[in-house]
Each structure stands twice: as structure tokens, then as C-alpha cells.
């Protein structure tokens, strides 16, 4: 009998030490996902402090935050849409196109979208697109430098384009 109440105490132990290990893992995967959010939310406000104040061509960029819609950064008639595809991962995307939610004054439809793969990588640090390198938030060559530039290149583009049209 004595074996038996022994393996049941094992069980219970173990049992109780799962949990507790399920509950940590799960406290740190909320921990972890609260970081993610920050971080994206302060990415979007590096992008948006980037671009204050700045024109291009003429036309001076614009942030515009719609809590129907993604956070995007506008220039003229296009964005840079912030969309978030799994913040357990840290996968997000920056869509360029179309201003969301004016999908019906494009006379022949809304520009084909680009997308910018963004990854979270931990503090401070982002892969964008294909890079193998791991850029900051803000400061010189940042992550926001590049979603602004490759924007930029987006719109030129676009531009080029309709003109040839």
C-alpha cells in the first residue's frame, strides 16, 4: 500500500508542477505580447515622428489614426498602413496603397498594394522586408527611416507609373 500512496503524492506533484509551469509559460507569453504591442504602437509613433513636418514634391505628409481603420502615414493620396498579422509571432505588415477607406475616388480602382514584412525581434530591434540586419526603432538607418523610405519609393512609383498610363 505504501508504494501506491507514494506514487499517488508523485502524481500530484507533478501534476502541481505542471501547473505552476503552465501558468508562468502563460504569464510570460502575456508579458511578451504586451511588449510586442508597445513596441509596434511605438514603431508606428517613430514613423509618424519621422515624417511630421516633412513634404515631398510638395506635399507634406500627414499621419491619420481611425479606430475603424489602420494607423497609416499618408502622402497625397496613398498610405503606409500599419496591420498587425500576429502579435503572438511579432509578424506585422506596412501596407502601401490606397488610403483606407477611399477605395471609391479611385476612378479605375484603388493602386496595387505593396507590403512590407516587419518583424518584432526583441527590445529595440526590427527586421524590415528581406533584411538580414536588425534596425532600432528611432535614430539614423532605424526601422522607421526605412517603412518612410521605401514609402517614398512606393509613391514614386505609383507616380511614375500613372503619368506612363
Not at 15 to 21: F, I, T
Not at 116 to 133: A, H, K, T
Request: net charge neutral; aromatic share 12%.
Amino acid at each position: 500500500m505504501m508504494k501506491f500512496d507514494e506514487f499517488l503524492r508523485s502524481r500530484e506533484h507533478e501534476e502541481k508542477k505542471r501547473s505552476e509551469q503552465e501558468a508562468t509559460a502563460a504569464a510570460e507569453q502575456q508579458l511578451v505580447a504586451q511588449q510586442v504591442t508597445k513596441a509596434w504602437r511605438d514603431l508606428q509613433d517613430a514613423v509618424k515622428a519621422t515624417a511630421d513636418g516633412k513634404e515631398y514634391k510638395g506635399v507634406a505628409f500627414k499621419w491619420r489614426a481611425d479606430k475603424n481603420l489602420p494607423p497609416c502615414l499618408v502622402l497625397h493620396n496613398l498610405a503606409a498602413s500599419f496591420i498587425e498579422q500576429s502579435r503572438a509571432a511579432g509578424a506585422f505588415t506596412v501596407q502601401f496603397g490606397g488610403i483606407p477607406g477611399n477605395e471609391a475616388y479611385w476612378k479605375f480602382g484603388p493602386p496595387e498594394s505593396e507590403y512590407l514584412d516587419v518583424q518584432y525581434l526583441g527590445p529595440d530591434r526590427w527586421r524590415i522586408g528581406f533584411s538580414s540586419s536588425a534596425l532600432r526603432t528611432t535614430g539614423d538607418d532605424s526601422a522607421a527611416h526605412e517603412i518612410c523610405a521605401a514609402f517614398v519609393r512606393y509613391y514614386d512609383n505609383f507616380q511614375r507609373n500613372r503619368r506612363g498610363n
